[in-house]
C-alpha cells in the first residue's frame, strides 16, 4: 500500500487536535541534529541566502525547467531527533492507543499506551529508515521506533508530501544494513516553485492511487494462489493423488478407502512412521570469518538468506560462496549430499517456511539444518513436498530467540506410502505446481511492471514533465529569498 495512504485506517487522535502547546512542547524537546539546518529554518533576519545553499550549476545533476532550483538537502530539511524519545522494540505491542512507526518494511511496526513517548514535533513528518531507506508518509500521531528511524520534515517553501515523493525518487546507493542517511545528507532536491509543488503532488497522488489499486488486486491473486498450492499439498499427504484418487478412470473416492491411524485419515496401503525413521538428518557449521565470496569447483557454501532464491522446482542455484575441500575440513564441516532439504532451524526466518533442495553436494551454515530421505524408503521430492506443507515454527522450543531440536524433528509422524506412490504424487504435484507458478510469474512480472510505472512517474514529476506548470509561478529561487528577508515577520 502507498505509505501516504497507509495512516486513513488508524484510528488514533487526528493532527487537528494537536494543540499549540503540543506543537510548542514538541519545538522546545526536540533538537536538530545538523544545527546549520535548524538555524536555516528559523533564521528570518539575514538579508542574503548563505553560501552554499543552492548546488552550483556545475553540480547540477539534470537540467531543470524556469523557475526551479536545485538545493542542498542538509540546508532544507530538519531532522527531529531525541534518542530517549525512540520506544525499544522490545516494549512494542501488538494494541495499544499510539501506533508505532520505525524503520521496518511494515508501515506500523506495533502499538503503545506510553505517551511520555508520543512525537511532539509538528506533523506531518517523513520517515526515513536509516538502515533499510524506507521512507514513511506520516500525518498522525505516532511514536517514533527504536534506533534508525530518523524523522525529518522540509522548510516553509517546501510542500512537506512533496519532500515525500522527492525522497522517493533519490537513488541512494544500497550499502545493506549500514547506514544510508549519511548518503541522504549530501543529495541535492530539486525544488519546484510553491504552487507547482502542490499539483505536482496533487497529480501524483491520482496516479499512486490507480496503481495502489492495482497492487492490490495483485496481492489477492497471488494469497489465492498460495491458498491453492496449500490445499493441494494437503490433498496430496492424505492419498488424494494416489491409485485411489477421483481422478482415476475406475478408481474409488479416497474417502472410501481410509484408515486411521494416530487420529487421522490415511490410504490402506500407507502408514504413519517417525520421521527420524526415513530421513538423515545433517547441521551446519559456521560461516568462517574473513572467508571472500567467490566461486570454484568447490562445495557451494548456502546461508540463510540463500533459501529465497530457490527455483520454481524447489533446487538451489550456485552459492556465492564455494569452499574447497582444504577450507572445508579446516571448517569441519561435513557436506550434505545431492537432494537434500534444507531450511532455518534457528531465528525469526523459521516463520517464513521456507525449503530448498540442494543441487550438488554442499556445506551449509550453522543456522540451517538438513534432512535427507533414505531412498530405500522415501523419494526426495516427495519429503520435500510435505516439508512445504509443514510449519516448522510450531516445533519451535519457547526460548527469546525461537529454534528447532533434531530431536522433536525426529519424532514427526510421516505419511509413508509405497515408494512407487510417491513418485507418482510427485509427477503429479509437480504437474500442478508448474501451472501456479507460471502464473506467479505473470503476477511477478505485472508488479515489476507497475514498479517501473512507479518510478517513472516520479521521474518525470522531478523533471517538470507531468504537465503540472504553471505560466505565472513565482521562481523558487524569489520564495527562498523572500524566507530570508528581513522584513519577512
Same mark, same amino acid.
Given at each position: 500500500?502507498?505509505?501516504?495512504?497507509?495512516?486513513?485506517?488508524?484510528?488514533?487522535?487526528?493532527?487537528?487536535?494537536?494543540?499549540?502547546a503540543?506543537?510548542?512542547?514538541?519545538?522546545?524537546?526536540?533538537?536538530?541534529?545538523?544545527?546549520?539546518?535548524?538555524?536555516?529554518?528559523?533564521e528570518?533576519?539575514?538579508?542574503?541566502?548563505?553560501?552554499?545553499?543552492?548546488?552550483?550549476?556545475?553540480?547540477?545533476?539534470?537540467p531543470?525547467p524556469?523557475g526551479?532550483?536545485?538545493?542542498?538537502?542538509? $540546508?532544507?530539511?530538519?531532522?527531529?531527533?531525541?534518542?530517549k *524519545?525512540?520506544?525499544p522494540?522490545k516494549?512494542?505491542?501488538?494494541?495499544?492507543r499510539?501506533?508505532?512507526?520505525?524503520?521496518? %518494511?511494515?508501515?506500523?511496526?506495533?502499538y503503545?499506551?506510553q505517551?511520555?513517548?508520543?512525537?511532539?514535533?509538528?506533523?506531518?513528518?517523513? @520517515?526515513?529508515?536509516?538502515h533499510?531507506?524506507?521512507?514513511?508518509?506520516?500525518?498522525?500521531?505516532?511514536?517514533?521506533?527504536?534506533? +534508525?528511524?530518523?524523522?525529518?520534515?522540509?522548510?516553509s517553501?517546501?510542500?512537506?508530501?512533496y519532500f515525500?515523493y522527492?525522497?522517493?525518487?533519490?537513488?541512494?546507493p544500497? =550499502?545493506?544494513y549500514?547506514?544510508?542517511?549519511?548518503?541522504?545528507? *549530501?543529495?541535492?532536491?530539486?525544488?519546484?516553485?510553491?504552487?507547482?509543488?502542490?499539483?505536482?503532488?496533487?497529480? @501524483?497522488?491520482?496516479?499512486?492511487?490507480?496503481?495502489?489499486?492495482?497492487?492490490?488486486?495483485i496481492?489477492?491473486v497471488?494469497?489465492?494462489?498460495?491458498?491453492?498450492?496449500?490445499?493441494?499439498?494437503? $490433498?496430496?499427504?492424505?492419498?488424494?493423488?494416489?491409485?485411489?484418487?477421483?481422478?482415476?478412470?475406475g478408481?474409488e473416492?479416497?474417502s472410501?478407502?481410509?484408515?486411521?491411524?494416530?487420529?487421522?485419515?490415511?490410504?490402506?496401503?500407507? $502408514?504413519?512412521?517417525?520421521?527420524g525413521?526415513?530421513?538423515?538428518?545433517y547441521?551446519?557449521s559456521?560461516?568462517?570469518? +574473513?572467508?571472500e565470496?567467490?566461486? +570454484?569447483?568447490?562445495?557451494?557454501?548456502?546461508?540463510?538468506g540463500?533459501?529465497?532464491?530457490a527455483?520454481?522446482?524447489?533446487y538451489?542455484?550456485?552459492?556465492?560462496?564455494?569452499?574447497?575441500?582444504k577450507?572445508?575440513?579446516?571448517?569441519k564441516a561435513?557436506?550434505?549430499?545431492e +537432494?537434500?532439504?534444507?531450511?532455518?532451524?534457528?531465528?525469526?526466518?523459521?516463520?517464513?517456511?521456507?525449503?530448498?533442495?540442494?543441487?550438488?553436494?554442499?556445506?551449509?551454515?550453522?543456522?540451517?539444518?538438513g534432512?535427507?530421505?533414505?531412498?530405500?524408503?522415501v523419494d526426495?521430492?516427495?519429503?520435500?513436498?510435505w516439508?512445504?506443507?509443514?510449519?516448522?515454527?510450531?516445533?519451535?522450543?519457547?526460548t527469546?530467540?525461537p529454534?528447532? =531440536?533434531?530431536?522433536?524433528?525426529?519424532?514427526?509422524p510421516?505419511?509413508?506410502?509405497?515408494?512407487?506412490? %510417491?513418485?507418482r504424487?510427485?509427477r503429479?504435484?509437480?504437474?500442478?505446481?508448474k501451472?501456479?507458478?507460471?502464473?506467479? =510469474?505473470?503476477?511477478?512480472?505485472?508488479?515489476?511492471?507497475?514498479?517501473?510505472?512507479?518510478?517513472?512517474?516520479l521521474?518525470?514529476a522531478?523533471?517538470g514533465?507531468?504537465?503540472?506548470?504553471?505560466?505565472?509561478?513565482?521562481?523558487?529561487?524569489l %520564495?527562498?529569498? *523572500?524566507?530570508?528577508?528581513?522584513? =519577512?515577520?
Amino acid at each position: 500500500m502507498d505509505d501516504s495512504k497507509r495512516g486513513e485506517g488508524i484510528k488514533i487522535s487526528p493532527v487537528s487536535n494537536r494543540t499549540a502547546a503540543d506543537s510548542a512542547e514538541g519545538k522546545g524537546r526536540f533538537v536538530n541534529e545538523n544545527k546549520r539546518c535548524l538555524k536555516l529554518a528559523k533564521e528570518k533576519s539575514r538579508e542574503k541566502i548563505p553560501d552554499g545553499f543552492f548546488v552550483p550549476k556545475e553540480m547540477e545533476p539534470y537540467p531543470l525547467p524556469e523557475g526551479w532550483a536545485w538545493v542542498f538537502f542538509d $540546508k532544507v530539511v530538519i531532522h527531529y531527533f531525541e534518542r530517549k *524519545k525512540q520506544l525499544p522494540k522490545k516494549k512494542y505491542r501488538k494494541e495499544g492507543r499510539l501506533p508505532v512507526v520505525d524503520q521496518g %518494511q511494515p508501515f506500523i511496526a506495533g502499538y503503545t499506551d506510553q505517551e511520555e513517548f508520543r512525537f511532539s514535533g509538528d506533523l506531518p513528518v517523513v @520517515i526515513f529508515g536509516d538502515h533499510t531507506r524506507c521512507i514513511k508518509w506520516v500525518d498522525f500521531d505516532f511514536v517514533a521506533g527504536a534506533e +534508525g528511524t530518523k524523522i525529518l520534515r522540509p522548510v516553509s517553501f517546501i510542500d512537506p508530501k512533496y519532500f515525500y515523493y522527492l525522497l522517493k525518487n533519490i537513488p541512494l546507493p544500497d =550499502r545493506g544494513y549500514s547506514r544510508h542517511f549519511k548518503y541522504l545528507k *549530501k543529495m541535492p532536491l530539486a525544488v519546484a516553485p510553491m504552487p507547482e509543488q502542490k499539483r505536482i503532488v496533487e497529480k @501524483i497522488d491520482l496516479f499512486m492511487r490507480k496503481i495502489e489499486r492495482a497492487k492490490m488486486l495483485i496481492a489477492e491473486v497471488k494469497e489465492s494462489l498460495a491458498l491453492r498450492k496449500a490445499g493441494l499439498l494437503q $490433498k496430496a499427504f492424505i492419498g488424494y493423488f494416489g491409485p485411489n484418487g477421483p481422478e482415476d478412470e475406475g478408481g474409488e473416492e479416497t474417502s472410501s478407502a481410509i484408515a486411521r491411524q494416530n487420529g487421522r485419515p490415511l490410504p490402506e496401503n500407507w $502408514k504413519w512412521v517417525p520421521l527420524g525413521s526415513v530421513v538423515h538428518f545433517y547441521t551446519g557449521s559456521p560461516f568462517p570469518s +574473513g572467508l571472500e565470496k567467490g566461486k +570454484g569447483m568447490g562445495y557451494p557454501f548456502y546461508k540463510v538468506g540463500d533459501l529465497k532464491y530457490a527455483d520454481e522446482n524447489g533446487y538451489l542455484s550456485e552459492a556465492e560462496i564455494t569452499v574447497d575441500e582444504k577450507t572445508r575440513k579446516r571448517m569441519k564441516a561435513n557436506p550434505v549430499p545431492e +537432494g537434500t532439504v534444507i531450511f532455518a532451524k534457528i531465528g525469526e526466518a523459521i516463520r517464513l517456511n521456507r525449503r530448498a533442495i540442494v543441487p550438488r553436494p554442499a556445506c551449509i551454515d550453522s543456522n540451517l539444518m538438513g534432512m535427507k530421505a533414505d531412498e530405500r524408503y522415501v523419494d526426495d521430492k516427495f519429503l520435500f513436498y510435505w516439508s512445504l506443507k509443514e510449519d516448522f515454527f510450531r516445533y519451535t522450543r519457547a526460548t527469546s530467540v525461537p529454534s528447532i =531440536r533434531k530431536s522433536t524433528l525426529t519424532a514427526i509422524p510421516f505419511p509413508l506410502p509405497p515408494l512407487e506412490e %510417491q513418485k507418482r504424487i510427485v509427477r503429479t504435484l509437480d504437474g500442478l505446481v508448474k501451472k501456479l507458478e507460471a502464473e506467479r =510469474r505473470r503476477l511477478l512480472e505485472a508488479e515489476e511492471a507497475l514498479g517501473l510505472l512507479e518510478r517513472s512517474i516520479l521521474d518525470r514529476a522531478f523533471r517538470g514533465k507531468l504537465g503540472t506548470a504553471g505560466e505565472k509561478d513565482e521562481p523558487i529561487v524569489l %520564495q527562498v529569498k *523572500k524566507t530570508f528577508s528581513p522584513s =519577512r515577520k
